[in-house]
């Protein structure tokens, strides 16, 4: 029995409300372990007395359970006069964490969709699985952290700048039923992005906190491709509440994208499933044509034990409604594109509601 297998034990822990693990969010400080007997020091930011309390009885069951366990002590600290709105979003991180997230009023849930890699299509997937699942009765919002390559903007047709609110945030715009906010709506045409960390992170920061986002059933966040020191301290910053990964079929794409797999799980973000994006094309002579291979992104759904959300095939319509601002989704959600993207978008719902 040792530090790293009590710390491991207590990633079961959800800080309560949310579906992040006390471990992740920096609240373990201490931990000792001698002949049977464990102490640790958890430490508070914010929070009620009852998640406090919870905290530290699943705490206990969760050690209890190693085994050669004879004494629990669990002490939780929380500052004097913590308001119950405030939970874990002030945990101080632990070195390589980044801030513990604010849960934003009025959104229910946070989802990333990533891809680990550029030029898998996840914008497309982004826009159109936004779309997708407006149809399907959510208020949706999609936030753009592509930073240094926003296609958002271009994709939803919105070229129009943010208004700010009588208390000073940024109003999204809209198009399409979705609430949209990027960092190409704030840019000139062809305007460079020349930043270091710091300054992306404290962008992310706003768009998240300092957006009148309203009430919405779910916001989509369109991570940058990579999985670097940025990505994993954006899902840390960002409240998320699962991913999706969006992969192309052949090896150069999934070997990165396991990448991106690993990311989410080092954060303990649950990974709602992957979607196999330019699946296939059809010719027009009805010939099916596997340019980038087939079934990579199920098989590797597989491997990692999450749902496969589906495949994306090539379609002319995708790629011209991207172009136009209208995603094919919006523009004929009765086709073979606009179907694919509400198939996913339905098994998304699915997967969101086992959390």
């Not at 406090?52 to 050690?63: G, V």
């Not at 959510?138 to 926003?150: N, Q």
């Not at 994006?277 to 590797?300: A, W």
Request: proline residues 7%; aromatic residues 4%.
């Amino acid at each position: 029995m040792t530090p790293e297998t009590i710390k491991e034990a207590l990633k079961a822990v959800k800080y309560p409300g949310y579906s992040r693990d006390i471990v992740s969010f920096g609240l373990v400080k201490d931990i000792s372990a001698e002949n049977g007997a464990v102490a640790v020091v958890i430490e508070l930011t914010g929070g009620s007395p009852e998640a406090a309390q919870q905290i530290k009885s699943e705490s206990e069951q969760a050690i209890r359970a190693i085994g050669d366990v004879k004494h629990v002590y669990v002490d939780v600290k929380a500052p004097q006069g913590a308001k119950a709105a405030s939970p874990a979003a002030g945990a101080a991180p632990q070195a390589g964490q980044g801030q513990g997230p604010n849960r934003v009023p009025g959104i229910k849930q946070v989802v990333a969709v990533a891809s680990g890699k550029g030029g898998v299509g996840k914008s497309t997937v982004s826009a159109n699985l936004a779309c997708a699942l407006t149809q399907r009765g959510v208020k949706v919002g999609l936030l753009d952290c592509d930073i240094y390559g926003p296609s958002i903007p271009l994709m939803m047709g919105v070229k129009e700048r943010p208004s700010l609110s009588s208390n000073e945030k940024l109003v999204p715009l809209e198009n399409h039923g979705v609430k949209l906010m990027s960092m190409g709506f704030l840019l000139e045409d062809d305007q460079p992005v020349i930043w270091r960390g710091p300054m992306i992170m404290k962008t992310i920061q706003q768009f998240i906190s300092s957006v009148e986002w309203g009430d919405l059933d779910l916001l989509l966040v369109d991570l940058p491709p990579g999985t670097g020191d940025a990505q994993l301290s954006l899902c840390q910053t960002v409240p998320l509440d699962g991913g999706v990964v969006v992969t192309t079929p052949q090896e150069a794409s999934l070997g990165v994208v396991r990448k991106g797999i690993n990311m989410f799980r080092k954060v303990n973000v649950p990974i709602l499933g992957l979607v196999e994006n330019m699946s296939y094309f059809t010719s027009p002579q009805g010939e099916r044509l596997e340019i980038f291979g087939h079934g990579g992104g199920k098989d590797e759904a597989a491997r990692q034990n999450t749902a496969f959300l589906g495949e994306v095939p090539i379609f002319q319509e995708i790629r011209e409604g991207g172009d136009a601002g209208i995603p094919v989704v919006a523009k004929d959600p009765e086709g073979g594109p606009g179907q694919a993207f509400l198939e996913v978008a339905k098994i998304v719902q699915a997967e969101l509601a086992k959390l």
